[in-house]
T-cell receptor
């Protein structure tokens, strides 16, 4: 049972285009929504995160959009570059310790 | 400042063998955790620790043991390896004030034959 559903599983985008990855959740106890970037052979790296009281957060070319009523959030990568080719994970955290539940990942390929 | 260091990077075990995956961090982080990553399943929490002497189970704890005798180290033990434990294992750490995993090691790729 996936608590955080992520789509698509793979994505091919032209250089300069916009990459969009979507996630949905059911558990309303989730109160923190991070995104991670993982290159082959490396551990995940925290990319950007948002709280549910904010509808959008932007850091450079990366933007999280959050829709609390729909229980959905998405990552937009503007002006996608070949160096952005990686696997991206959405996640959700809750509780005092903030256990983190991950989506299944999206493998992004940005082609020149 | 090495961050989170995992050893070994690769390991092949025979079914029934035991081994310990090592994890060490030099950032004085209170929280440490172990995840396994399997294709199509993302990362799943195995065990975590909120400080020396304190550990708890995550989503998939069966077949794994942990202990936390120091702030720096958080080893993961496989008592009797099974093919279902073939996976890539990641250790993570963060400060208590952080809301999500902040630093991951480079992973240990384990194959159980």
């Amino acid at each position: 049972q996936q608590q955080v559903k992520q789509s698509p599983q793979s994505l091919i985008v032209q250089k300069g285009g916009i990459s969009i990855i979507n996630c949905a959740y059911e558990n309303t106890a989730f109160d923190y929504f991070p995104w991670y970037q993982q290159f082959p052979g490396k551990g995940p790296a925290l990319l950007i995160a948002i709280r549910p009281d904010v509808s959008e957060k932007k850091e450079g070319r990366f933007t999280i959009s959050f829709n609390k009523s729909a229980k959905q959030f998405s990552l937009h990568i503007m002006d996608s570059q070949p160096g952005d080719s990686a696997t991206y994970f959405c996640a959700a955290g809750s509780g005092g310790y903030q256990k983190v539940t991950f989506g299944i990942g999206t493998k992004l390929q940005v082609i020149p | 400042n090495a961050g989170v260091t995992q050893t070994p990077k690769f390991q092949v075990l025979k079914t029934g063998q035991s081994m310990t995956l090592q994890c060490a961090q030099d950032m004085n982080h209170e929280y440490m955790s172990w995840y396994r990553q399997d294709p199509g399943m993302g990362l799943r929490l195995i065990h975590y620790s909120v400080g020396a002497g304190i550990t708890d189970q995550g989503e998939v704890p069966n077949g794994y043991n942990v202990s936390r005798s120091t702030t720096e180290d958080f080893p993961l033990r496989l008592l009797s390896a099974a093919p279902s434990q073939t996976s890539v294992y990641f250790c993570a750490s963060r400060e208590q004030s952080m809301n999500t995993e902040a630093f991951f090691g480079q992973g240990t790729r384990l194959t159980v034959v």
